[in-house]
T-cell receptor
Framework: DAMVIQNPRYQVTQFGKPVTLSCSQT?????MYWYQQKSSQAPKLLFH???????NEADTPDNFQSRRPNTSFCFLDIRSPGLGDAAMYLCATSSYGYTFGSGTRLTVV | GENVEQHPSTLSVQEGDSAVIKCTYSDSASNYFPWYKQELGKGPQLIIDIRSNVGEKKDQRIAVTLNKTAKHFSLHITETQPEDSAVYFC??????????????FGSGTQLTVLP
């Protein structure tokens, strides 16, 4: 029944080694979002896609990129992860309301 | 832009008591106000939401009230249970069905229900 699926649940990557997180949805929503959530903080929007139209938040570092090859899938690429990028990464979709995935916990070693 | 303030940051209640969490927002154009429950290590789960054309909404033990004039909305949980313990986030956004909408979150409330 999971409608927004994130893989993997836990990801460990080395400092500076590119990493990709994935998200898929079965809701056929045209908007998909990526949020970063650090410990004890609220989620922070990184960017979103409206269909294929990419919208970057002004303060999202260039180190973060995204791809959306089709309606169902969206990827978050971190080109050179630093220790400060360790966080929970949340994917969400919306039609009117929002639906979040379970998140990927990224650890940088 | 929108700014959402949430209080309190921590809340402890005895099992069976009620819990109330309050949020204020700044943008009068905001028209959608969801509440999320987040358990440790998991993504936010929508527990209830309210739209600006409604003043109150109830779902079993959970209710949300909205005062558009004062720009505040509140979450009420009655007959609390230990499994209600989690971080609760309020949020506000503007948009129409099918459009992209950015959620502005409150800072979160750690609710602890003591058995």
């Amino acid at each position: 029944d999971a409608m927004v699926i994130q893989n993997p649940r836990y990801q460990v990557t080395q400092f500076g080694k590119p990493v990709t997180l994935s998200c898929s949805q079965t809701l056929n929503h045209n908007v998909m979002y990526w949020y970063q959530q650090k410990s004890s903080q609220a989620p922070k929007l990184l960017f979103h896609y409206y269909d294929k139209d990419f919208n970057n938040e002004a303060d999202t570092p260039d180190n973060f990129q995204s791809r959306r090859p089709n309606t169902s899938f969206c990827f978050l690429d971190i080109r050179s992860p630093g220790l400060g990028d360790a966080a929970m990464y949340l994917c969400a979709t919306s039609s009117y309301g929002y639906t979040f995935g379970s998140g990927t916990r990224l650890t940088v070693v | 832009g929108e700014n959402v303030e949430q209080h309190p940051s921590t809340l402890s209640v005895q099992e069976g008591d009620s819990a109330v969490i309050k949020c204020t927002y700044s943008d009068s154009a905001s028209n959608y106000f969801p509440w999320y429950k987040q358990e440790l290590g998991k993504g936010p789960q929508l527990i209830i939401d309210i739209r600006s054309n409604v003043g109150e909404k109830k779902d079993q033990r959970i209710a949300v009230t909205l005062n558009k004039t004062a720009k505040h909305f509140s979450l009420h949980i009655t007959e609390t249970q230990p499994e209600d313990s989690a971080v609760y986030f309020c949020a506000a956004s503007y948009g129409t069905s099918g459009s992209a909408r950015q959620l502005t979150f409150g800072s979160g409330t750690q609710l602890t229900v003591l058995p």
